[in-house]
Nanobody
Framework: QVHLVESGGGSVQAGGSLRLSCAAS????????VGWFRQAPGKEREGVAI????????AYDPSVEGRFTISQNNAKNTVYLQMNSLKPEDTAMYYC???????????????WGQGTQVSVSS
């Protein structure tokens, strides 16, 4: 099983941008889809964006659509999340994970990374 490693988090002001990376260490992604999820203190983990092989189909939570873009570099075994026009409500720990289904539900994903913190100030 590959080990997923997130990076790229940080602190930015509202309106700023960050690019998160999810690297598959020790091999390639073994599942059909890779997703980005986030969890804010006191809230449940929620799906942000997913990308699936076999065409690169993507899906986004409505709260981030038009601001975030998920992409993948197969040569580098890495999935990215470009986050623009960040808002304070985007503040959370961001995780990546693998899943078999075209789904934004965290319940359909496993092999979670350790997470990377994103903090957006107003």
């Amino acid at each position: 099983q590959v080990h997923l490693v997130e990076s790229g988090g940080g602190s930015v002001q509202a309106g700023g941008s960050l690019r998160l990376s999810c690297a598959a260490s020790g091999g390639t992604y073994s599942s059909k889809c890779v997703g980005w999820f986030r969890q804010a203190p006191g809230k449940e983990r929620e799906g942000v964006a997913i990308i699936c092989t076999g065409g690169g189909a993507t899906a986004y939570d409505p709260s981030v659509e038009g601001r975030f873009t998920i992409s993948q570099n197969n040569a580098k075994n890495t999935v990215y999340l470009q986050m623009n026009s960040l808002k304070p409500e985007d503040t959370a720990m961001y995780y990546c994970a693998e899943g078999k289904w075209y789904s934004l539900s965290p319940d359909d994903y496993g092999n979670w990374g350790q997470g990377t913190q994103v903090s957006v100030s107003s």
